[in-house]
Protein backbone atom coordinates (compact mmCIF):
# COMPACT_ATOMS: atom_id res chain seq x y z
CA UNK A 1 0.00 0.00 0.00
CA UNK A 2 1.16 3.71 -0.15
CA UNK A 3 2.69 5.06 2.41
CA UNK A 4 2.21 8.95 2.95
CA UNK A 5 4.51 10.65 5.39
CA UNK A 6 7.57 12.31 5.44
CA UNK A 7 10.47 9.52 6.48
CA UNK A 8 11.22 7.18 3.16
CA UNK A 9 10.44 3.51 4.94
CA UNK A 10 11.92 1.95 2.26
CA UNK A 11 15.34 3.16 2.81
CA UNK A 12 15.88 1.39 5.87
CA UNK A 13 17.33 -2.05 5.85
CA UNK A 14 14.92 -4.98 6.89
CA UNK A 15 16.78 -6.00 9.92
CA UNK A 16 16.20 -2.21 11.60
CA UNK A 17 12.88 -2.67 11.47
CA UNK A 18 11.69 -3.82 15.01
CA UNK A 19 8.04 -3.86 15.11
CA UNK A 20 5.49 -2.79 12.94
CA UNK A 21 2.06 -1.74 14.40
CA UNK A 22 -1.57 -1.10 13.27
CA UNK A 23 -3.63 1.46 15.28
CA UNK A 24 -7.17 3.41 14.73
CA UNK A 25 -7.84 6.79 15.44
CA UNK A 26 -10.90 8.57 14.80
CA UNK A 27 -9.86 9.66 10.98
CA UNK A 28 -8.60 6.62 10.11
CA UNK A 29 -6.06 4.11 10.56
CA UNK A 30 -1.90 4.62 10.90
CA UNK A 31 0.86 2.35 10.92
CA UNK A 32 3.75 2.82 13.32
CA UNK A 33 7.25 1.81 12.48
CA UNK A 34 9.45 1.28 15.69
CA UNK A 35 12.99 1.53 13.50
CA UNK A 36 16.31 1.31 14.91
CA UNK A 37 18.43 4.53 14.86
CA UNK A 38 20.35 6.92 16.13
CA UNK A 39 19.52 10.53 16.17
CA UNK A 40 21.89 13.12 17.35
CA UNK A 41 21.27 16.65 17.87
CA UNK A 42 24.20 19.25 18.39
CA UNK A 43 23.69 20.97 21.46
CA UNK A 44 24.30 24.83 21.70
CA UNK A 45 25.88 25.81 25.57
CA UNK A 46 24.20 29.12 27.07
CA UNK A 47 25.58 28.53 30.08
CA UNK A 48 22.10 28.78 31.54
CA UNK A 49 20.70 26.50 33.83
CA UNK A 50 16.74 27.12 34.87
CA UNK A 51 13.86 25.30 36.80
CA UNK A 52 11.01 25.25 36.45
CA UNK A 53 7.54 25.10 38.46
CA UNK A 54 4.38 24.02 36.91
CA UNK A 55 1.32 25.08 37.57
CA UNK A 56 -2.14 25.30 36.81
CA UNK A 57 -2.34 29.24 36.82
CA UNK A 58 0.74 29.66 34.33
CA UNK A 59 1.63 26.28 32.64
CA UNK A 60 5.02 26.84 34.55
CA UNK A 61 7.80 29.29 36.23
CA UNK A 62 11.23 29.16 35.68
CA UNK A 63 13.71 31.10 38.67
CA UNK A 64 14.12 33.92 36.71
CA UNK A 65 10.43 34.68 36.93
CA UNK A 66 9.74 33.77 32.90
CA UNK A 67 5.92 31.95 32.85
CA UNK A 68 4.34 30.65 29.82
CA UNK A 69 0.23 30.66 29.36
CA UNK A 70 -0.96 27.22 29.60
CA UNK A 71 -3.32 26.62 26.90
CA UNK A 72 -5.99 24.99 28.56
CA UNK A 73 -7.56 23.34 25.24
CA UNK A 74 -10.17 21.11 26.54
CA UNK A 75 -11.56 24.13 28.34
CA UNK A 76 -11.96 25.98 25.29
CA UNK A 77 -13.38 22.87 23.67
CA UNK A 78 -15.54 22.23 26.30
CA UNK A 79 -18.69 24.01 24.92
CA UNK A 80 -18.16 22.19 21.83
CA UNK A 81 -17.52 19.11 22.99
CA UNK A 82 -21.01 19.10 25.25
CA UNK A 83 -22.96 20.01 22.62
CA UNK A 84 -22.11 17.02 20.47
CA UNK A 85 -22.25 15.09 23.59
CA UNK A 86 -26.08 15.95 23.82
CA UNK A 87 -26.12 14.71 19.68
CA UNK A 88 -25.32 11.50 20.22
CA UNK A 89 -27.31 10.83 23.58
CA UNK A 90 -30.49 11.96 21.50
CA UNK A 91 -29.55 10.07 18.58
CA UNK A 92 -29.24 7.00 20.63
CA UNK A 93 -31.93 4.26 20.62
CA UNK A 94 -32.38 2.02 23.36
CA UNK A 95 -34.49 -0.33 21.73
CA UNK A 96 -31.54 -0.88 19.45
CA UNK A 97 -29.14 -3.97 20.68
CA UNK A 98 -26.00 -5.09 19.20
CA UNK A 99 -24.97 -6.68 16.71
CA UNK A 100 -28.32 -7.82 15.44
CA UNK A 101 -29.95 -4.14 15.44
CA UNK A 102 -27.35 -2.19 15.32
CA UNK A 103 -27.58 2.37 16.10
CA UNK A 104 -28.47 4.07 13.16
CA UNK A 105 -26.20 5.72 10.62
CA UNK A 106 -27.03 9.49 12.05
CA UNK A 107 -25.75 8.05 15.69
CA UNK A 108 -22.82 6.78 14.09
CA UNK A 109 -21.94 10.25 11.97
CA UNK A 110 -22.65 11.90 15.56
CA UNK A 111 -20.63 9.72 17.19
CA UNK A 112 -17.63 9.99 14.69
CA UNK A 113 -17.58 13.94 15.23
CA UNK A 114 -17.37 13.62 18.54
CA UNK A 115 -14.60 11.15 18.12
CA UNK A 116 -12.90 13.78 15.81
CA UNK A 117 -13.19 17.11 18.55
CA UNK A 118 -12.09 14.53 21.26
CA UNK A 119 -8.97 13.55 18.68
CA UNK A 120 -8.02 17.28 18.18
CA UNK A 121 -7.69 18.51 21.73
CA UNK A 122 -5.31 15.17 22.38
CA UNK A 123 -3.05 16.28 19.51
CA UNK A 124 -3.15 20.19 20.13
CA UNK A 125 -1.74 19.05 24.14
CA UNK A 126 1.20 16.86 22.10
CA UNK A 127 1.61 19.15 19.55
CA UNK A 128 2.26 22.32 22.52
CA UNK A 129 4.07 19.79 24.80
CA UNK A 130 6.47 19.08 22.50
CA UNK A 131 7.00 22.59 21.08
CA UNK A 132 7.37 23.52 24.35
CA UNK A 133 9.99 21.16 25.93
CA UNK A 134 11.62 21.48 22.74
CA UNK A 135 12.10 25.31 23.01
CA UNK A 136 13.06 24.58 27.08
CA UNK A 137 15.77 21.71 26.14
CA UNK A 138 17.26 24.32 23.20
CA UNK A 139 18.18 26.61 25.18
CA UNK A 140 19.21 25.61 28.87
CA UNK A 141 22.33 23.36 30.14
CA UNK A 142 20.67 22.26 33.07
CA UNK A 143 17.14 22.03 33.79
CA UNK A 144 15.39 20.44 37.13
CA UNK A 145 11.48 20.21 38.03
CA UNK A 146 9.48 19.10 40.58
CA UNK A 147 9.29 15.19 41.04
CA UNK A 148 5.55 15.46 40.46
CA UNK A 149 3.15 12.26 41.46
CA UNK A 150 0.47 13.46 39.17
CA UNK A 151 -1.47 9.95 39.42
CA UNK A 152 -2.10 11.18 43.05
CA UNK A 153 -2.64 14.75 42.21
CA UNK A 154 -5.86 14.12 39.95
CA UNK A 155 -7.36 12.42 42.72
CA UNK A 156 -8.38 16.41 43.76
CA UNK A 157 -11.82 16.48 42.16
CA UNK A 158 -11.93 20.06 41.86
CA UNK A 159 -8.35 20.16 40.19
CA UNK A 160 -8.73 16.53 38.19
CA UNK A 161 -10.04 17.60 35.05
CA UNK A 162 -7.09 21.37 35.12
CA UNK A 163 -4.79 18.76 35.88
CA UNK A 164 -5.48 16.33 32.74
CA UNK A 165 -6.05 19.58 30.65
CA UNK A 166 -2.22 20.92 31.22
CA UNK A 167 -0.87 17.60 30.25
CA UNK A 168 2.04 17.48 32.56
CA UNK A 169 2.71 14.21 31.97
CA UNK A 170 3.15 14.00 27.94
CA UNK A 171 5.46 17.38 28.93
CA UNK A 172 7.65 15.56 31.62
CA UNK A 173 8.05 12.67 28.89
CA UNK A 174 8.76 15.29 25.95
CA UNK A 175 11.23 16.93 28.05
CA UNK A 176 13.05 13.97 29.02
CA UNK A 177 13.34 12.90 25.03
CA UNK A 178 14.88 16.31 24.14
CA UNK A 179 17.19 16.11 26.60
CA UNK A 180 18.79 13.28 25.82
CA UNK A 181 18.78 14.17 22.12
CA UNK A 182 21.27 17.82 23.01
CA UNK A 183 22.86 15.86 26.17
CA UNK A 184 21.19 18.25 28.66
CA UNK A 185 20.78 16.89 32.00
CA UNK A 186 17.28 17.03 33.56
CA UNK A 187 16.85 16.75 37.22
CA UNK A 188 13.52 15.58 39.17
CA UNK A 189 13.98 17.70 42.72
CA UNK A 190 12.01 16.11 45.66
CA UNK A 191 8.80 19.28 45.70
CA UNK A 192 9.28 18.89 49.81
CA UNK A 193 9.17 22.72 51.99
CA UNK A 194 10.38 24.48 48.25
CA UNK A 195 7.41 26.70 48.23
CA UNK A 196 7.56 27.30 51.88
CA UNK A 197 11.09 27.71 51.96
CA UNK A 198 12.49 31.67 51.75
CA UNK A 199 14.96 30.79 48.48
CA UNK A 200 17.12 33.82 49.88
CA UNK A 201 17.45 32.53 53.42
CA UNK A 202 15.92 29.52 53.90
CA UNK A 203 13.07 30.38 56.38
CA UNK A 204 10.03 28.43 56.39
CA UNK A 205 6.97 30.78 55.74
CA UNK A 206 4.10 28.63 55.70
CA UNK A 207 1.20 29.41 52.99
CA UNK A 208 -1.92 28.57 52.09
CA UNK A 209 -2.59 27.26 48.29
CA UNK A 210 -4.64 30.54 47.95
CA UNK A 211 -1.67 32.53 48.34
CA UNK A 212 0.14 33.51 45.37
CA UNK A 213 3.13 35.80 46.85
CA UNK A 214 6.60 34.92 49.35
CA UNK A 215 6.55 37.42 51.56
CA UNK A 216 9.47 36.67 54.10
CA UNK A 217 9.48 38.33 57.19
CA UNK A 218 12.88 37.42 57.77
CA UNK A 219 14.88 38.79 54.87
CA UNK A 220 12.02 40.93 53.44
CA UNK A 221 12.04 39.04 49.92
CA UNK A 222 8.70 39.57 48.26
CA UNK A 223 8.48 37.55 44.67
CA UNK A 224 5.70 35.20 42.96
CA UNK A 225 5.72 32.06 44.91
CA UNK A 226 6.26 29.98 41.61
CA UNK A 227 9.10 31.70 41.34
CA UNK A 228 10.21 31.04 44.59
CA UNK A 229 9.71 27.45 44.52
CA UNK A 230 11.30 27.23 41.12
CA UNK A 231 14.75 29.43 42.82
CA UNK A 232 14.47 25.94 45.58
CA UNK A 233 14.22 23.70 43.45
CA UNK A 234 17.24 24.45 41.08
CA UNK A 235 19.68 24.89 43.92
CA UNK A 236 18.45 21.63 45.01
CA UNK A 237 19.28 19.99 41.48
CA UNK A 238 22.51 21.68 41.39
CA UNK A 239 23.74 20.54 44.79
CA UNK A 240 23.00 16.94 43.59
CA UNK A 241 24.54 17.27 40.25
CA UNK A 242 27.48 18.27 41.90
CA UNK A 243 27.37 15.44 44.59
CA UNK A 244 26.58 12.88 41.43
CA UNK A 245 30.29 14.02 39.67
CA UNK A 246 32.22 13.99 42.63
CA UNK A 247 30.82 10.25 43.50
CA UNK A 248 31.74 9.17 39.84
CA UNK A 249 34.67 11.31 39.89
CA UNK A 250 35.99 8.98 43.33
CA UNK A 251 34.55 5.42 42.21
CA UNK A 252 36.58 6.41 38.74
CA UNK A 253 40.20 7.04 40.92
CA UNK A 254 39.05 3.80 43.29
CA UNK A 255 38.77 1.68 40.10
CA UNK A 256 42.06 3.34 38.89
CA UNK A 257 43.95 2.63 41.71
CA UNK A 258 42.80 -1.06 42.48
CA UNK A 259 43.97 -1.64 38.26
Aim: proline share 4%.
Amino acid sequence: MRLAGTRSIETFPLEQIKRVRLVRRADGYYVQFCVDAERQVEHVPSGQQVRIDLGLKEFYTDSVGRTVTPPRFLRKAERQLKRLHRQVSRKYDTRRKQPKHPQSHNYQKARQRLAHAHLKVQRQREDFARKTASALVSSHDLIAHEALQIHNLVRNHQLAKSISDAAWGRFLVWLGYYARLHGVPVIAAPPHYTTQACSKCGMLVPKSLSTRTHICGHCGSMLDRDENAARNILALAVARSHQNSSRSSTAGQAGTGLV
